[in-house]
């Protein structure tokens, strides 16, 4: 028999986290997780059984639980994902909590290498009259984050924009950004296959888009205004020596929920 509870065990044997796999059968089953945990009798049909197979093995083979549902929470918000862009992770949530603090209700910012939208629509979920501008290189990126703010009703202006290439004259109060930084030869990657690499690594070693990013902003930034920067755990002491080598102060770096340095920030002088 097909059941819930047999399901739970063949995935079990498989080694598959149990979450995963409760999350997998709900989304198999249209239903949610507590009426799962209250339906472990339940049955399958044979489609649903098919699927849900399909994705057991998929999800072994590493693929984001993410782009299997189609889904992942951010902020509060549930964005829709797909392989075109990296999946939102906790960690950046450090740096959207640093944003809504430093941002007025009438703030114009800048989010660069937006992905899924995930920053820049939290950001303009806390503040529903600021002016967010978001870019990425990728149309494929631009286009799950321009459909997420269409669903979520957030007002956004979206840019097909390698870094600073179509900002010329634009200016901003706060410019944030999450770019890959991952350095090319990082064991992790790996790990990480399933996601867009261009998302994930500038190759070398992981600091060219936070140079390119650091580089370009005091021509964005409004005078006072603040660059506010996700890099790898190791990564806090290189990219608080580029901003004070650009003239940015109160140069400061917060931890993620794991306690590793995870965001660094500066004002513009
Ligand atoms: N934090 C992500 C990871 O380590 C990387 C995200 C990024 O490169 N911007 O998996």
Same mark, same amino acid.
């Given at each position: 028999?097909?059941?819930?509870?047999?399901?739970?065990?063949?995935?079990?044997?498989?080694?598959?986290?149990?979450?995963?796999?409760?999350?997998?059968?709900?989304?198999? &089953?249209?239903?949610?997780?507590?009426? @799962?945990?209250?339906?472990?009798?339940?049955?399958?049909?044979?489609?649903?059984?098919?699927? @849900?197979?399909?994705?057991?093995?998929?999800?072994?083979?590493?693929?984001?639980?993410?782009?299997?549902?189609?889904?992942?929470?951010?902020?509060?918000?549930? @964005?829709?994902?797909?392989?075109?862009?990296?999946?939102?992770?906790?960690? /950046?949530?450090? &740096?959207?909590?640093?944003?809504?603090?430093?941002?007025?209700?009438?703030?114009?910012?800048?989010?660069?290498?937006?992905?899924?939208?995930?920053? =820049?629509?939290?950001?303009?979920?806390?503040?529903?009259?600021?002016?967010?501008?978001?870019?990425?290189?990728?149309?494929?990126?631009?286009?799950?984050?321009?459909?997420?703010?269409?669903? @979520?009703?957030?007002?956004?202006?979206?840019?097909?924009?390698?870094?600073?290439?179509? $900002?010329?004259?634009?200016?901003?109060? +706060?410019?944030?950004?999450?770019?890959?930084?991952? =350095?090319?030869?990082?064991?992790?990657?790996?790990?990480?296959?399933?996601?867009?690499?261009?998302? &994930?690594?500038?190759?070398?070693?992981? $600091?060219?888009?936070?140079?390119?990013?650091? =580089?370009?902003?005091?021509?964005?930034?409004?005078?006072?205004?603040? &660059? +506010?920067?996700?890099?790898?755990?190791?990564?806090?002491?290189?990219?608080?020596? +580029?901003?004070?080598?650009?003239?940015?102060?109160?140069? /400061?770096?917060?931890?993620?929920?794991?306690?590793?340095?995870?965001?660094?920030?500066?004002?513009?002088?």
């Amino acid at each position: 028999m097909s059941t819930v509870a047999a399901l739970l065990a063949e995935a079990r044997t498989l080694g598959m986290d149990r979450l995963d796999a409760q999350l997998l059968l709900a989304h198999v &089953l249209g239903q949610s997780r507590s009426w @799962l945990l209250a339906n472990d009798d339940a049955s399958l049909n044979a489609d649903q059984l098919h699927r @849900l197979r399909s994705f057991f093995k998929r999800r072994a083979g590493g693929e984001p639980l993410a782009y299997l549902v189609g889904e992942k929470e951010f902020h509060g918000l549930t @964005l829709r994902v797909s392989p075109a862009v990296l999946v939102p992770r906790p960690d /950046t949530e450090t &740096l959207v909590d640093w944003a809504i603090e430093l941002m007025t209700p009438s703030s114009a910012v800048l989010d660069m290498g937006t992905g899924s939208g995930a920053v =820049a629509l939290a950001l303009k979920h806390a503040h529903p009259q600021a002016q967010i501008t978001a870019l990425d290189a990728s149309a494929p990126a631009l286009a799950v984050a321009r459909e997420n703010g269409k669903r @979520l009703r957030l007002e956004v202006e979206w840019l097909l924009s390698d870094w600073w290439q179509q $900002l010329e004259g634009r200016r901003f109060d +706060l410019i944030v950004s999450n770019p890959p930084y991952i =350095a090319g030869d990082d064991a992790h990657l790996a790990a990480l296959q399933h996601e867009p690499m261009q998302a &994930l690594t500038p190759g070398g070693d992981g $600091l060219d888009s936070l140079r390119q990013i650091i =580089a370009g902003a005091r021509t964005h930034l409004s005078p006072g205004g603040w &660059l +506010l920067l996700e890099h790898g755990y190791d990564q806090a002491a290189a990219v608080a020596d +580029l901003l004070r080598q650009h003239r940015f102060q109160d140069v /400061t770096t917060r931890h993620d929920l794991a306690g590793h340095t995870r965001c660094t920030g500066g004002r513009q002088s």
